[in-house]
């Protein structure tokens, strides 16, 4: 017995919607986002690198400074200048009878 076969016809049928636009929105949408984070982030890195410098600044004029008090330290600390002052203020070498050693 002869199958008969059947021949089909592959036409195409029409989508009953039409295609969504909600996907390229938000890919539009994600890409501008992404712009807007990388610029934020490139300027904050660009303000936290002008604090740097300014921090750096600061860091060497306190080293400066601390360096100018040191020295201003040694020179008031000298042996020479405490023995030119102690006479003003009535200061003199302890007597042998005033020094005390502790056994």
Same mark, same amino acid.
């Given at each position: $017995?002869?199958?008969?076969?059947?021949? *089909? @016809?592959?036409?195409?049928?029409?989508? +009953?919607?039409?295609? @969504?636009? &909600?996907?390229?929105? %938000?890919? #539009?949408? #994600?890409?501008?986002?992404?712009?807007?984070?990388?610029? *934020? %982030?490139?300027? /904050?890195?660009?303000? /936290?690198?002008?604090?740097?410098?300014?921090?750096?600044?600061? %860091?060497?004029? &306190?080293?400066?400074?601390?360096?100018?008090?040191? =020295? /201003?330290?040694?020179?008031?600390?000298?042996?020479?200048? &405490?023995?030119? =002052?102690?006479?003003?203020?009535?200061?003199?070498? #302890? +007597?042998?009878?005033?020094?005390?050693? $502790?056994?």
């Amino acid at each position: $017995m002869p199958r008969a076969v059947r021949v *089909m @016809s592959r036409s195409r049928k029409k989508p +009953s919607a039409p295609p @969504s636009r &909600l996907v390229p929105a %938000i890919l #539009a949408a #994600a890409i501008v986002v992404t712009g807007f984070v990388t610029l *934020m %982030i490139r300027l /904050e890195i660009t303000q /936290e690198g002008y604090r740097l410098s300014a921090l750096r600044l600061q %860091i060497r004029d &306190l080293d400066n400074r601390n360096q100018q008090l040191r =020295l /201003e330290l040694a020179e008031l600390e000298s042996r020479p200048r &405490l023995r030119a =002052l102690a006479p003003k203020y009535g200061l003199a070498p #302890a +007597s042998p009878a005033q020094v005390v050693v $502790m056994p």
